[in-house]
């Protein structure tokens, strides 16, 4: 198992900035892709961001590119996303994900059996 600690979530007017944070102290996190998905009120769930393993390789949903940055720490074994010019459609839960990977150049795909969920931090953009 692994947990994921998501922080950084929080009301913000459009145009503004949040970093959501999202650390782990298990051992298998170090050798994780790492993803961002967020989930609207009556929507599904929808993927943001990844992250390969070794902090070399991203992936960004087109809504998102140019806007929002992903990044990883090592040693601090934690994955932020740094979110800019924030929109009310923005608005979401957002959830930090990590799947167990073998190629470190792999940013995820996140369906299967060794993937792992946070619980969630809820960003609100008003306008």
């Known amino acids: 198992q692994v947990q994921l600690d998501e922080s950084g979530g929080g009301l913000v007017q459009a145009g503004g900035s949040l970093r959501l944070s999202c650390a782990s102290s298990?051992?298998?996190?170090?050798?994780?892709?790492v993803g961002w998905f967020r989930q609207a009120p009556g929507k599904e769930r929808e993927f943001v961001a990844a992250?390969?393993?070794?902090?070399?390789?991203?992936s960004y949903a087109d809504s998102v590119k140019g806007r929002f940055t992903i990044s990883r720490n090592l040693a601090q074994k934690t994955v932020f996303l740094q979110m800019n010019r924030l929109k009310p459609d923005d608005t979401a839960v957002y959830y930090c994900?990590?799947?167990?990977?073998?190629?470190?150049?792999?940013?995820?795909?996140?369906?299967?059996?060794?993937?792992?969920w946070g619980q969630g931090t809820q960003v609100t953009v008003s306008s």
């Open positions: 994900v990590a799947e167990e990977v073998g190629d470190p150049y792999y940013t995820g795909s996140y369906y299967g059996s060794k993937i792992y």
């Open positions: 298990s051992p298998t996190f170090s050798s994780a892709a």
């Open positions: 992250v390969s393993w070794n902090a070399i390789r991203t």
